[in-house]
T-cell receptor
């Protein structure tokens, strides 16, 4: 069965610090997708990234970067030089693909507070 | 621009009442999903649909039902609302060849 674990419930950092949000997943499928979503205080869910199981290249988008390691079943998210606007709840999610388009399974989320 | 909308955005109801939450998407997506979000649980899947007349149960489907009579809409019905169903409800949709889900703005439901 699919499972996503975000062990960090809450993290507080001071502005300009780097912070890494951990995500560990479980799946028996060989083909799957991993996602990160951001939920700011306003409540909407904002898509950040999708990564498929065949692409282990790290990705960087501005201050955001993602480290995908199949060997440890992890898909960690790093924010460099954090800003107050990064304060949000971040969700990691998994979708298996071999048997078709399956719904997302979410982790419980990590609440990030960036203090000025 | 294509979008996914939910209504109402906020709802207060009483225990035992039937409640229907609407979800409408203009992406022409085949796949639609309902999640609930509760503190400490993240988002949990209630029901989903892969096309007209198709519905499937998710992880927390007890007390909820859906029907899919057209591509654009997937209403979620609480047959007899319970206080345990107080939550924020999100609808999402995705295309046939993609599993990137687009989320609606959410409905905050309070059952008194």
């Amino acid at each position: 069965a699919q499972k996503v674990t975000q062990a960090q419930t809450e993290i507080s950092v001071v502005e300009k610090e780097d912070v890494t949000l951990d995500c560990v997943y479980e799946t028996r499928d060989t083909t799957y997708y991993l996602f990160w979503y951001k939920q700011p205080p306003s409540g909407e869910l904002v898509f950040l990234i999708r990564r498929n199981s065949f692409d282990e290249q790290n990705e960087i988008s501005g201050r955001y970067s993602w480290n995908f390691q199949k060997s440890t079943s992890s898909f960690n998210f790093t924010i460099t030089a954090s800003q107050v606007v990064d304060s949000a709840v971040y969700f990691c999610a998994l979708s298996e693909w071999s048997s078709g388009n399956t719904p997302l399974v979410f982790g419980k989320g990590t609440r990030l507070s960036v203090i000025a | 621009d294509a979008e996914i909308t939910q209504s109402p955005r906020h709802k207060i109801t009483e225990t035992g009442r039937q409640v229907t939450l609407a979800c409408h998407q203009t992406w022409n997506h085949n796949n639609m999903f309902w999640y609930r979000q509760d503190l400490g649980h993240g988002l949990r899947l209630i029901h989903y649909s892969y096309g007209v007349q198709d519905t499937n149960k998710g992880e927390v489907s007890d007390g909820y039902s859906v029907s899919r009579s057209n591509t654009e809409d997937l209403p979620l019905t609480l047959e007899s609302a319970a206080s345990s169903q107080t939550s924020v409800y999100f609808c999402a949709s995705s295309g046939l060849a993609s599993n990137e889900q687009f989320f609606g703005p959410g409905t905050r439901l309070t059952v008194l």
